[in-house]
Nanobody
Framework: QLQASGGGLVQAGGSLGLSCAAS????????MGWFRQAPGQEREFVAA????????YAADSVKGRFTVSRDNAKNTVYLQMNGLKPEDTAVYYC????????????WGRGTQVTVSS
């Protein structure tokens, strides 16, 4: 299972750090991604990191503001979000087993991020 945490309410321009912890399997074997879904919208790609740490990916809308990282020893993936904007408001999900900007089959429970203007 994957469990995202760290969401909350923040003012525009603020920061939040999300974590995604795995139980029952080892994250080091998987490409890991973050996706988000705003009300009434489809789930969209946010950022991802390869198994080898060598490659990270980010949606154009978050480049320069969001940073994805992983700590395989802690079996956890992170999403540091800076310079948050109201349009970043969404439920954020972590995902395992995808490639590049595409999701795999394993989804975690999401965490709500709300950015007030």
């Amino acid at each position: 299972q994957l469990q995202a945490s760290g969401g909350g309410l923040v003012q525009a321009g603020g920061s939040l750090g999300l974590s995604c912890a795995a139980s029952g399997f080892t994250l080091r074997s998987y490409h890991m991604g973050w996706f988000r879904q705003a009300p009434g919208q489809e789930r969209e790609f946010v950022a991802a990191i390869s198994r080898s740490f060598a490659t990270t990916y980010a949606a154009d809308s978050v480049k320069g503001r969001f940073t994805v990282s992983r700590d395989n020893a802690k079996n956890t993936v992170y999403l540091q979000m800076n310079g948050l904007k109201p349009e970043d408001t969404a439920v954020y999900y972590c995902n395992a087993g995808g490639s590049s900007r595409y999701p795999g089959r394993s989804w975690g429970r999401g965490t709500q991020v709300t950015v007030s203007s």
